[in-house]
């Protein structure tokens, strides 16, 4: 043994060695980690699935229990206080322009139907074209244009928001198909291609019903009753 290591061994006895901290907390909480994940996991998967019981089994529909929100149809629902008027006159879609209907038919890719309850419209509107030159929504108006059809592609993100109140909405069929009815005047903005609420198209605008068929999503909008409503959507032609 070595001169060095003699004199560590006469200083170790007069050393203060402080008792080992206790680490059981800490592991047992390291260990618990994984089942706390595990139990979170299992309560969101619940609430998925709440959610899914609640909503009628419709391919175009989801809903975020938690914003309040609902999309259907190409169509975002969001609650809102009150439906508050926007200030200003609301700006056209992007791109949008006035033609005649078999010109605006070759415009879209999804062919335009006509309600037999309302017969031929007084205009026709196509609105924001892509870089093909095809526009994603075809209007039609009727009454001077206080009651529209608007229909678009249903594959495509979200086209329309709308802000209504609490209870606002409600789901009814047309033709057998879930369908949403929005009673009552309420804020409607464009959803734009990148996904961006267009707010300087916001307006406010009057009872709505909104459904989907055959991959092409309709907004029909006016001074309705939602017997009226339905019955416009399922004289479709």
């Not at 001169?3 to 006895?13: H, I, K, V």
């Not at 149809?73 to 879609?93: K, N, Y």
């Not at 026709?124 to 074209?129: I, N, S, T």
């Not at 961006?196 to 068929?213: K, N, V």
């Amino acid at each position: 043994m070595g001169d060095l290591e003699r004199e560590l061994r006469d200083l170790s006895a007069w050393l203060e060695t402080p008792e080992p901290p206790d680490v059981r907390a800490q592991v047992r909480a390291r260990l618990d980690r994984p089942a706390r994940r595990w139990r979170a996991l299992v309560a969101a998967t619940l609430v998925a699935l709440i959610v899914a019981v609640v909503l009628p089994p419709s391919r175009a529909a989801i809903a975020d229990a938690v914003t309040g929100l609902l999309r259907f149809a190409g169509v975002s629902i969001a609650t809102a206080p009150a439906p508050t008027p926007p200030g200003g006159t609301a700006s056209p879609l992007p791109g949008q322009r006035a033609v005649a209907l078999d010109e605006a038919q070759r415009a879209v890719r999804f062919p335009i139907r006509l309600p037999a309850k309302l017969g031929p419209p007084e205009r026709v509107l196509v609105a924001d074209p892509d870089a093909t030159g095809r526009y994603r929504v075809a209007t039609l108006l009727y009454d001077g244009g206080g009651l529209r059809v608007d229909a678009f592609d249903g594959r495509l993100n979200l086209s329309f928001h709308k802000e209504v109140i609490p209870q606002g909405a409600e789901w009814v069929q047309v033709n057998g198909d879930f369908a949403v009815w929005v009673d009552g005047p309420h804020v409607l903005s464009y959803v734009d291609r990148a996904g961006g609420i267009r707010s300087e198209t916001a307006r406010l605008a009057a009872s709505t019903l909104i459904w989907q068929d055959n991959d092409v999503s309709y907004r029909l909008e006016g001074d309705l009753t939602k017997t009226e409503a339905i019955e416009i959507a399922r004289s479709l032609r």
